[in-house]
């Protein structure tokens, strides 16, 4: 009995390190099996994984969170880029258009050339000329209009060109001049006050139709205006001279009645 004790205590102490720590676990488990674990053992345990899993965790998950983010970023910023310029384009595009809207149906800056319209307004003068004033009543007489050239070039001007002049005569009325005077319906026309002293060359009677309008300029003996390009339509018209607004010294509203 002594000698096999022995055989088998040599060869458990000559077995592989790997068996016997195998041997040893698998003992471990049989007492654990066998033997009862106890409440204390139980909660300490759980704490203890618990504690480690709260070290390790919010590592692990931060590490992911940061990562996730940096991609996402790399994404958006060529979208962010995109998404930018497409809202400075659309910006841009609004302003122009706004601009052209305002210059084409409300107001717009126009220079006076030459001085067919001494001295009420002379040349170089800078005005503001409005359009929304006819969309709402007639043109009135005296008031100081810009309007396209037609028919034929003459005296430099070409069709097309754009000139300023003031209404004289109104839709169906018979305008004519004699001995310097200007007379509406064979009445003489009050205008001393507008018309430059000098000649104002005879013209013989002419009637207007429901959209013309008999146009002088202020300085009658060089202005080009209807008694040699006719009557202008109301089709012509490009707007009302509004305000002076250069000279500095000069500035103004433009009104029959000053």
Same mark, same amino acid.
């Given at each position: 009995?002594?000698?096999?004790? +022995?055989?088998?205590?040599?060869?458990?102490?000559?077995?592989?390190?790997?068996?016997?720590?195998?041997?040893?676990?698998?003992?471990?488990?049989?007492?654990?099996?066998?033997?009862?674990?106890?409440?204390?053992?139980?909660?300490? +345990?759980?704490?203890?994984?618990?504690?480690?899993?709260?070290? +390790?965790?919010?590592?692990?998950?931060?590490?992911?969170?940061?990562? !996730?983010?940096?991609?996402?970023?790399?994404?958006?910023?060529?979208? @962010?880029?995109?998404?930018?310029?497409?809202?400075?384009?659309? /910006?841009?595009?609004?302003?122009?258009?706004?601009?052209?809207?305002?210059?084409?149906?409300?107001? /717009?800056?126009?220079?006076?050339?030459?001085? @067919?319209? !001494?001295?009420?307004? +002379?040349?170089?003068?800078?005005?503001?000329?409005?359009?929304?004033?006819? /969309?709402?009543?007639?043109?009135?007489? &005296?008031?100081?209009?810009?309007?396209?050239?037609?028919?034929?070039?003459?005296?430099?001007?070409?069709?097309?060109?754009?000139?300023?002049?003031?209404?004289? #005569?109104?839709?169906?009325?018979?305008?004519?001049?004699?001995?310097?005077?200007?007379?509406?319906?064979?009445?003489?026309?009050?205008?001393?006050? /507008?018309?430059?002293?000098?000649?104002?060359?005879?013209?013989?009677?002419?009637?207007?139709?429901?959209?013309?309008? &008999?146009?002088?300029?202020?300085?009658?003996?060089? @202005?080009?205006?209807?008694?040699?390009?006719?009557?202008?339509? &109301?089709?012509?018209?490009? #707007?009302?001279?509004?305000?002076?607004?250069?000279?500095?010294?000069?500035?103004?509203?433009?009104?029959?009645?000053?």
């Amino acid at each position: 009995m002594i000698n096999e004790e +022995e055989k088998v205590t040599e060869s458990i102490a000559d077995a592989p390190e790997a068996v016997i720590n195998e041997t040893n676990a698998a003992g471990e488990r049989a007492v654990t099996k066998e033997q009862p674990v106890s409440g204390e053992q139980t909660a300490g +345990e759980n704490q203890a994984m618990a504690g480690k899993q709260g070290k +390790e965790m919010p590592t692990v998950k931060a590490a992911g969170n940061t990562s !996730e983010k940096a991609v996402e970023n790399a994404a958006e910023k060529p979208k @962010s880029r995109k998404r930018d310029i497409l809202e400075t384009v659309l /910006y841009l595009a609004v302003v122009v258009g706004i601009c052209l809207l305002f210059i084409r149906f409300v107001a /717009y800056r126009c220079v006076v050339e030459g001085s @067919s319209m !001494e001295h009420y307004l +002379e040349d170089k003068d800078n005005l503001i000329a409005e359009r929304i004033t006819y /969309y709402f009543r007639k043109p009135e007489r &005296f008031e100081v209009i810009i309007f396209k050239r037609e028919g034929e070039s003459r005296h430099g001007q070409e069709k097309g060109d754009s000139l300023i002049k003031r209404i004289i #005569g109104l839709p169906g009325e018979t305008v004519s001049i004699s001995n310097g005077k200007v007379s509406i319906n064979g009445k003489v026309l009050e205008e001393d006050h /507008y018309a430059m002293a000098g000649y104002t060359s005879a013209m013989e009677p002419v009637t207007l139709g429901e959209d013309e309008y &008999f146009v002088l300029g202020d300085n009658r003996d060089i @202005s080009l205006d209807s008694r040699y390009i006719g009557p202008v339509k &109301f089709s012509a018209f490009e #707007g009302r001279a509004w305000i002076r607004i250069w000279p500095m010294n000069k500035i103004m509203v433009i009104r029959p009645d000053n």
